[in-house]
């Protein structure tokens, strides 16, 4: 009997509980959230039938995303959101263009407000590409644009880009202001229009004549065989200096540009000077070549060789050592930057065996300068003397490296 008032209470308690637990919100089970906003157009009127998207960013957890459509006041609710931050955007699939996206961060268990979100109708812009020698159109011609708002601020974005069709001509949806066109390709010389598009207007930049480039193909190479990156890689032509697809100086109506390597040019001869920055010390190295350019053909130069340097010389301290006991081995810190060694790895040499030091430290040297210290294995220490050199490695685009050997000497 006493055995069955303990079930029957125990089952009693189980009830209870059970029933707490199903009167608790899912939300706050799970920790999480929700997030409200209102969406309004650019005259004040809530925009009904918007789709918004919360999204975190992250591409690994697509179910942090969360779509949802405004109502007839302009407003939306999300609710069930994972705590997280997020950004309130547009899909790409919309009618609409913004001047910026919104975030909010949505804590565990809390319902938010997300900022209020201005949404326009899209500008178009329209236009044709043609040949400037006979007039013909130019089809799959690549044609972007930007965008800066329309108080004049200045801002940045609403940006679009499509491809000229079969008969030259192209239309650019994206957000009104001042926009910016530019057209051309590494076969064309670019050109680029800057017109007004209002808000759901249309604009025309009209017929935009390019002339054929002629361009100037090379690889561009170190002295160890291993191509150089565009990071690191300059031109000069004519005088205008081109780097990673941009003029770093005024540039004459001769000279456009592709990528270093592959350089768009105006029919006729030009003397360029190819140049090679070492990230590690800063030192310029070229090569130059005088380049008869005819239109609408490209001019091979095949293989540059610019002997670039690699890392900076590793010096080694003299030093004794003693039997039995580690061997240090002082590198000075000059053959790195500054001693950050951001592009640099260093591995040794023992007596014409590549060694693993034990441990590697930069520390403060007698005369305060930083410099490597490398301890090598105990057995080393047996011979009578050893001769080390620190091998400082270039970057992955300086393959290669350069050294200097000492000799150090056992104690007696």
Same mark, same amino acid.
């Given at each position: ?9 125990? &089952? ?5 509980? +059970? ?6 919100? !899912?939300? +706050? ?5 929700? $997030? ?8 004040? !009127? ?19 995303? =969360? ?5 007839? @006041?302009?407003?939306?609710? $999300? ?6 931050? =997020? ?28 900022? %209020? ?5 899209? &500008? ?6 043609? @040949? ?56 064309? *010389? ?5 017109? %007004?598009?209002? #808000?759901?207007? #249309? ?9 054929? +480039? ?6 561009? =190479? ?6 150089? #990156? ?25 000279? &456009? ?17 190819? #140049? ?44 004794? =050592? ?23 790895? /260093? %591995? ?10 034990? @441990? ?34 270039? /970057?992955?685009?300086?393959?290669? *490296?350069? /050294? ?9």
């Amino acid at each position: 009997m006493v055995l069955r008032r303990i079930v029957l209470a125990l &089952a009693a308690v189980l009830a209870i509980v +059970a029933g707490t637990v199903a009167a608790v919100p !899912a939300s +706050a089970a799970t920790g999480a959230g929700s $997030v409200a906003g209102h969406v309004m157009t650019s005259d004040g !009127a809530p925009a009904v039938g918007v789709a918004i998207v919360l999204g975190t960013g992250h591409s690994d957890e697509p179910n942090h995303t =969360y779509r949802v459509t405004t109502d007839a @006041s302009g407003d939306y609710d $999300v609710s069930g959101v994972a705590p997280d931050a =997020y950004a309130v955007v547009l899909p790409s699939d919309s009618p609409w263009v913004v001047d910026d996206h919104p975030s909010v961060s949505v804590p565990p268990g809390t319902a938010v407000t997300a900022p %209020t979100l201005t949404v326009r109708r899209p &500008a178009i812009v329209r236009g044709t590409a043609v @040949s400037a020698i006979d007039g013909s159109p130019i089809a799959g011609l690549p044609v972007g644009s930007s965008s800066a708002s329309l108080d004049g601020s200045g801002s940045s974005g609403g940006g679009a880009f499509t491809r000229t069709a079969a008969d030259g001509s192209f239309a650019l949806v994206g957000r009104p202001g001042t926009v910016r066109v530019y057209t051309g390709s590494s076969d064309w *010389f670019s050109a680029q229009r800057t017109l %007004t598009a209002g #808000e759901g207007a #249309e604009a025309d930049t009209g017929t935009i004549a390019l002339d054929p +480039a002629g361009l100037v193909a090379t690889g561009i =190479y170190g002295r160890s065989g291993h191509p150089i #990156e565009n990071d690191w890689q300059s031109a000069v032509v004519d005088g205008c200096r081109v780097r990673n697809g941009y003029t770093a100086t005024p540039c004459p109506a001769a000279v &456009a540009y592709a990528t270093v390597q592959s350089l768009q040019l105006a029919p006729g001869r030009h003397s360029i000077r190819y #140049e090679v920055r070492n990230p590690v010390s800063s030192v310029v190295r070229h090569v130059s070549r005088e380049v008869d350019v005819v239109q609408g053909r490209t001019t091979a130069l095949g293989a540059l060789v610019v002997r670039a340097d690699p890392a900076q010389v590793a010096k080694v301290h003299a030093s004794r =050592y003693r039997r039995g006991h580690r061997v240090s081995v002082v590198v000075d810190a000059a053959a790195y930057v500054d001693g950050a060694r951001p592009h640099l790895r /260093t %591995t040794f040499r023992v007596s014409g065996h590549a060694v693993a030091p034990v @441990s590697v430290v930069w520390r403060k040297g007698v005369t305060g300068k930083t410099v490597l210290v490398a301890t090598l294995p105990k057995r080393w220490s047996a011979r009578r003397s050893l001769t080390v050199r620190a091998v400082v490695h270039g /970057t992955h685009a300086y393959a290669g *490296f350069t /050294t200097r050997s000492q000799k150090l000497v056992r104690a007696r």
